[in-house]
């Protein structure tokens, strides 16, 4: 690994432990993995087939690869897998989706340390 991409991998580490919220990854009832992510709310504008502008949402979770760890296994994410996200006394479910014709994560680097997952809210926990 060149000098620079060492550096940029330390600086990564240390803005996302200032920035990143801890977040739980679920597949299934009893896979759970527990990892730091840095959470991003973005706006797609996408045009239908009729030619009407429609504005998609999605919030996107930047996590470390290595993190995703269940029973035992690093796994890439799938639509339908769930992540949780405890602010205050509240916990938001979120639902990984395809983001319009992209899959539902994407690397950040060529390295493939980090990836975006892309997921859609889907409510509360009770």
């Known amino acids: 690994m060149a000098l620079f991409d060492t ?3 330390a600086a990564d580490g240390i803005f996302s432990e ?3 919220d801890t977040v ?6 009893d896979s759970v993995a527990t990892m730091t992510a840095e959470v991003n709310q973005i706006d797609h504008e996408v045009m239908d087939s009729e030619g ?3 504005t998609i949402r999605s919030c996107d979770f930047v996590v470390d690869a290595a993190d995703l760890v269940i029973l035992g296994d690093t796994i890439d994410p799938r639509p339908g897998d769930r992540i949780k996200q405890t602010v205050g006394s509240e916990v938001r479910v979120y639902t990984v989706m395809h983001l ?3 899959d539902c994560y994407e690397w950040t680097d060529p390295s493939k340390t980090q990836i975006v ?4 809210y889907t409510g509360v926990e009770s």
């Not at 739980?24 to 009832?29: E, F, I, L, Q, V």
């Open 52 to 54: 009407f502008k429609t």
């Open 24 to 29: 739980s990854y679920h597949r299934g009832a």
């Open 100 to 102: 319009l014709d992209r």
């Open 18 to 20: 200032a920035f990143g």
């Open 117 to 120: 997952i892309h997921t859609k």
């Open 7 to 9: 550096d940029f991998a």
